[in-house]
């Protein structure tokens, strides 16, 4: 009985040990949605996404294909500042569209911006003003996302993808 006790007075204790090491960390980890869906008047759409510069995903949405939910994992250290965790996002690519008068209308998109602690979060590509502006939104907590508007275009998208 008495062994049993000390086991799991010791699994204890070498639990908080690990959590507190864990927790501690520089580092932290953490996983969000992104979701993509072709508007009514879209003829495609391929994006692709960057998180500090690095590919994490793409979309290529058409006819056939009308919506896609990507999860993306990431691991990055929290800012000095109040022990938050910033992470710049870009999108790149292009979006085809019929305009009012059914003409087709191809527009880049060079888009930057920062997300805010992104954990958990669920991330809708969203395209305003004509799809001249493209950034990311979550309607449940929209300041966890700051698309930075009216920026120099990014290096990341003038990099040619085949």
Request: proline fraction near 6%; aromatic fraction near 12%; hydrophobic fraction near 40%.
């Amino acid at each position: 009985m008495y062994f049993f006790r000390f086991r799991c007075l010791l699994f204890s204790l070498l639990l908080e040990v690990l959590s507190a090491f864990c927790l501690s960390s520089p580092t932290m980890a953490g996983q969000f949605l992104l979701l993509n869906q072709k508007a009514d008047h879209e003829i495609s759409e391929t994006i692709r996404v960057y998180l500090n510069g690095v590919p994490v995903a793409t979309f290529r949405l058409d006819e056939n294909h009308q919506n896609a939910i990507i999860p993306v994992s990431f691991t990055n250290k929290p800012t000095q500042s109040h022990n938050t965790l910033d992470i710049t996002y870009t999108l790149c690519g292009s979006i085809i569209f019929l305009n009012k008068e059914g003409q087709t209308i191809t527009r880049i998109i060079d888009s930057t911006g920062v997300l805010h602690n992104p954990d958990g979060h669920r991330f809708y590509i969203t395209g305003a003003k004509n799809f001249t502006e493209s950034y990311l939104f979550d309607p449940n907590a929209p300041k966890v996302a700051d698309p930075l508007f009216h920026h120099t275009p990014s290096d990341v998208c003038s990099i040619p993808v085949s």
